[in-house]
């Protein structure tokens, strides 16, 4: 997935066996909601001997989350902008440099900066160095007891239209160690939940014609292709694949 700065876009493979929990950003009080993982099968085998206690199953994988970025999730936050991982995936380590700078100099505005549904963050760098206006949004980080990736939500009041240096409504991003679990599919599914609670019908999102791990994730949460276009100038006008997905 194409990666307008501001938000997150990444991908991950396929989906893992695995528990779910949102919590829910207007009322972080509610309990999640979680949807139960898969019961671990043992692969065929003699039973037991009289007497003997079973061979244990697996245990389940924890549970993967969405949790709204804080001090308390923040410093694996860091460690993996410290090994160069970024939300950013067009601007990579440098854009992963500048939140660490961030941070670093004050961490409190910098989390406030990550829930943003008036706007009023500072103007976001483009790949061509560019900068625009931030649009109304928040991101939410991937945790499944430590950092997993981000993914992110932006709008325009009122439209479900975007401009044109924004190539789609959402992106994520997930860690490499954590990818190939499901969690990419997982956490683009959650977040059409709250997509529909900021009034938007559908969204869209945008990925490369050879990306075709991104585009699994997509179609993977109801995706469907919409157009083949050329980025804007901004993103060196490289051709790309448009999706739009339901929210409802």
Sequence with gaps: MNTPPGNVFVHAGDMQRTSLLFA????????????????????????????KDPVEARPPCPPMQLVRPSTEHLPSYIAALERGWSADNLRGAA????????????????????????????????PDGSTAPRLAGFRRWIWDGEFAGSIGLRW???????PPHCLGHIGYAVVPCKQRRGYATAALKLMLQEAAKVGLPFVEVTTDPDNIASQRVIEAAGGGLQERFFQPPQFGSKPGLRYRIATA
């Design 95 to 126: 854009a992963a440099a500048e939140e660490l700078l961030r941070i670093r100099e004050d961490a409190g505005p910098c989390l406030a900066s990550f829930d943003d549904r008036d706007a009023l963050g500072l103007t976001v760098t483009l």
């Design 156 to 162: 325009q009041r009122g439209t479900t239209e975007l």
């Design 24 to 51: 829910d950003a207007a009322n972080p009080h509610r309990s999640p909601v979680s949807i139960p993982s898969r019961a671990y099968r043992s692969p065929p085998g003699p039973s037991s001997p009289p007497g």
